[in-house]
């Protein structure tokens, strides 16, 4: 079966599976580890489907009888036909990616069912709710042999109530994931990592009170040290309530009153000691209504830019970043933990990083909160990657429902200070309209952040010097800058950035989001044999002296931490599916580049700029 027409019988599936009755996605809980949880995570039993015999019967038609897997039937007499168990089927660990748990899954790319039962006693005035990290890319969700609905996109979380559906006893899930790449998807068909599927991020049952506060922003206003402004938005019957916010250790506590619509909106002075990548200060915040309480920690900090400059409390400064993929950094797959979050993160700090980026996806929330503490700023990222179905509607939908999911989830984590819309993606009007709409978006969504694109700029050659000149239209909607380019990699030699210039006509500040070279991990020679540390190492050197030429450069996030899997790189002596321009390898041995961008870092840290950059910058 092709891949579109395992995308149609998904999509054909629906309308039955989703139908009169199914729960529709709920708006997402914030915060919700805070809750009163309990954790499905776990051995779960699976089923490899490939032809999704567990949906579809031979006429390609939904299956209505108790052959559809998320009925979870099982024959009443030995005489009974069913051709599908559960319980002997094998298992798979939730959360966790498919590929890298089964050998024979590596490259399997379709459906697989998920089964786990639980026994749950809910108090009988509170609310349930089904909580689900991640799961890449299709998700179909049923309890108990009902459907709660569906969900589209890898790397946002999502939630179910199933207030009314659960049991003490007996309770049994199922989850169909279909992880068929597609052209009208985000992302599509093409990328440069690996499709891992499965339920590949944290279950947790939720458990709240009948009104209960469903999401908050507490955040310094645009431009503000001193201003704390926000919302509370509750969910229930109780719409209208005295809602308190605390900030002990500031000394703080407000009351408001939520309106009919169950929210509150607000505006109050703050002396707070504020967060930055040196004193990455948390509060513990409350937010308490009559009927409910949440706690979260909290850093306060404000972001802006002034000209090609970034301001971090109203200071100038320079991101010493590294973009980063979510492979776990010590064993194949998947990264979801904070051991994880860690372990990356400490890597990043190593090198003398303040700021990281998260490519090319939203990464789990437990990096956001990892970030958060440790003190590394933060871009964060869409799917939205090289050639997207521009002129389709859904697949705009699709993307600004992503982005919309990314931004609920994070938007009180201080160390996010920018969204990316898109990654390389070729100019056209329908390209522009479509990224236009998802930067206008962010904005709507959430004022207080910088909005940028990682766009590729081209090359104007001037006998022995080349103008690289950015001048993508969609440029002048961003606040920030971002570029990629291959400099001595897949343009040109290492040495041609010595005769590289750089130009802008926006007037706005510059990260330099990707730029590197791949290097097989203990393998040396001349730096001019490809594949080599003294290669990748040379090409770190010259493109450092380059960019300390670009005035309006202020921030950088060279591509990239860690050797990563990806099906586009067949070539067998060096690359074996990884792609090998991680300053780390797959293993997390550190390359020679690590060591020229941890010189550099440290220099910018030690406050010795280099002499062509403007010393306000650090
Ligand atoms: C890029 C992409 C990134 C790739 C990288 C490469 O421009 O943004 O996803 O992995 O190049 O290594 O080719």
Redesign the pocket.
């Known amino acids: 079966m092709t891949n579109f027409l395992r995308w149609l019988t998904f999509a054909l599936c629906l309308p039955f599976l989703f139908g009169q009755g199914a729960a529709q996605v709920a708006p997402l809980l914030a915060n919700i580890n805070a809750r009163q949880t309990m954790s499905l995570d776990g051995q779960w039993q699976a089923i490899v489907d490939p032809y999704d015999v567990g949906a579809l019967d031979y006429r390609a038609q939904p299956l209505k009888n108790n052959n559809a897997f998320y009925k979870n039937y099982k024959p009443q007499s030995e005489s009974e036909l069913v051709e599908y168990d559960f319980d002997s089927s094998g298992q798979l660990h939730v959360p966790g990616d498919w590929n890298t748990q089964r050998e024979q899954l590596l490259f399997y790319e379709g459906s697989v069912w998920y089964k786990r039962s639980f026994d749950y006693t809910k108090s009988p005035k509170n609310r349930l709710f089904l909580h689900f990290g991640a799961c890449n890319y299709l998700a179909a969700v049923y309890l108990n042999g009902e459907e709660l609905g569906e969900h589209e996109g890898g790397f946002t979380p999502f939630d179910f109530e199933i207030t009314d559906r659960v049991r003490a006893h007996g309770n049994f899930l199922v989850l169909r994931i279909n992880n068929t790449r597609a052209r009208d998807q985000v992302p599509t068909v093409n990328?440069?990592?690996w499709n891992y599927g499965g339920i590949t991020r944290p279950v947790t049952l939720a458990e709240v009170p009948e009104t209960f506060v469903q999401d908050y922003s507490v955040q310094l206003e645009k431009g503000s040290t001193r201003q704390i402004t926000g919302w509370v938005q509750l969910n229930g019957a109780r719409l209208q309530q005295n809602l308190t916010i605390r900030i002990p250790e500031a000394g703080l506590s407000k009351t408001f009153l939520t309106n009919s619509r169950g929210r509150a909106e607000f505006s109050f002075r703050a002396d707070l000691t504020l967060w930055s990548p040196e004193n990455p200060k948390l509060y513990r915040v409350e937010i308490a209504s009559e009927t409910d309480q949440v706690i979260e920690n909290i850093g306060f900090r404000s972001i802006e830019v002034r000209s090609t400059d970034i301001l971090l409390n109203g200071k100038s400064v320079f991101l010493r970043g590294i973009s980063l993929h979510e492979e776990a950094p010590t064993r194949p797959g998947r990264g979801w933990s904070d051991d994880d979050a860690r372990t990356l993160l400490s890597w990043a700090k190593e090198l003398g990083c303040n700021f990281v980026r998260l490519?090319?996806y939203p990464h789990d929330e437990s990096m956001l909160r990892m970030a958060d503490q440790m003190g590394l700023m933060v871009w964060a990222e869409v799917p939205v990657?090289w050639t997207i179905q521009w002129e389709n509607p859904q697949t705009l939908h699709n993307a600004e429902n992503q982005l919309n999911e990314t931004i609920a989830r994070d938007h009180n984590r201080a160390a996010l200070i920018i969204y990316s819309v898109a990654?390389?993606t070729p100019v056209s009007d329908s390209r522009n309209r479509f990224l236009r709409q998802l930067i206008q978006d962010a904005h709507a969504a959430d004022a207080t952040r910088l909005v940028s694109a990682?766009l590729q700029a081209h090359e104007v050659a001037d006998g022995n010097r080349t103008t690289i000149h950015i001048n993508d239209p969609i440029a002048s909607d961003l606040d920030v800058l971002g570029n990629?380019e291959?400099i001595g990699w897949?343009t040109g030699r290492p040495e041609d950035t010595d005769s590289t210039d750089w130009i802008s006509e926006y007037g706005k500040p510059l990260i330099m989001s990707?730029f590197?070279g791949?290097a097989l991990f203990g393998y040396h020679g001349d730096a001019h044999i490809r594949w080599t540390e003294e290669y990748q190492e040379n090409l770190y050197e010259h493109q450092i002296a380059m960019l300390k030429r670009i005035p309006f450069l202020r921030g950088m996030t060279p591509?990239?931490l860690k050797d990563f899997r990806?099906p586009r790189r067949t070539l067998p002596r060096f690359e074996n599916y990884f792609?090998r321009?991680g300053l780390v390898s797959d293993r997390g041995e550190k390359k020679e580049a690590f060591f020229v961008l941890q010189k550099l870092y440290r220099e910018l840290q030690g406050g010795q700029p280099p002499k062509q950059l403007k010393s306000s910058s650090y």
């Open positions: 990328t440069d990592w490519a090319h990657y990654n390389e990682a990629n291959y897949y990707e590197g791949d591509w990239i990806s792609n321009k």
